[in-house]
């Protein structure tokens, strides 16, 4: 039997080598004609890539939609509760001709529309995410907030308390919209 040497076997493997090398280099022309693509096959593609994309659209624009509710829902209890506490210790000064009417008063109207503002930027950010009946009702609340705020102001002592009232009573109904929309 026969030993191998190192370097005969070295030889022989980078002659190996280079034949299929040169095998391998020789079928790789380029193939002649013109690349073509099957219609239907083409067709097939872009529905599926329409469809792909609608769907992901709509995916965003419910995630926005929901964001928008959370946003605005979440914090409407709390920022429209404080114009309702503020409003109420107004009520209780005129009712009992206190002293500090005129302070609760303004603090009041003052609380109102700041509720009124920030409901309504909240609305503002959502830009069009809100579902537009949702949108309605938050409008209609700070106009609301804004009409009981402008008849606060204008309340003294010996105001009739008509207008006040019916504003009252309009604030009270589009909160509760609200509230039962969130």
Avoid: W
Avoid at 62 to 90: E, H, L, P
């Amino acid at each position: 039997m026969r030993v191998l040497h190192a370097r005969r076997f070295g030889s022989v493997c980078a002659i190996v080598a280079v034949s299929v090398g040169s095998v391998l280099v020789g079928c790789a022309d380029r193939v002649p004609g013109t690349p073509t693509t099957d219609a239907a096959d083409v067709a097939a593609y872009k529905t599926t890539a329409a469809a792909s994309s609608s769907a992901a659209a709509s995916s965003r624009a419910a995630a926005a939609r929901d964001k928008a509710i959370s946003d605005n829902c979440g914090q409407f209890a709390t920022t429209t509760g404080t114009g309702v506490t503020a409003y109420n210790d107004f009520v209780s000064a005129h009712d009992s001709n206190a002293p500090d009417y005129a302070v609760k008063r303004e603090t009041a109207a003052s609380t109102l529309d700041n509720a009124a503002t920030k409901v309504e930027t909240g609305v503002s950010t959502a830009a069009g995410a809100l579902p537009t009946e949702l949108a309605d009702k938050f409008t209609a609340y700070v106009a609301a907030a804004r009409e009981l705020a402008a008849q606060t102001r204008k309340m003294t002592y010996s105001s009739p308390v008509g207008k006040l009232n019916e504003a009252s009573r309009a604030i009270n109904q589009a909160r509760t919209a609200v509230h039962e929309a969130c």
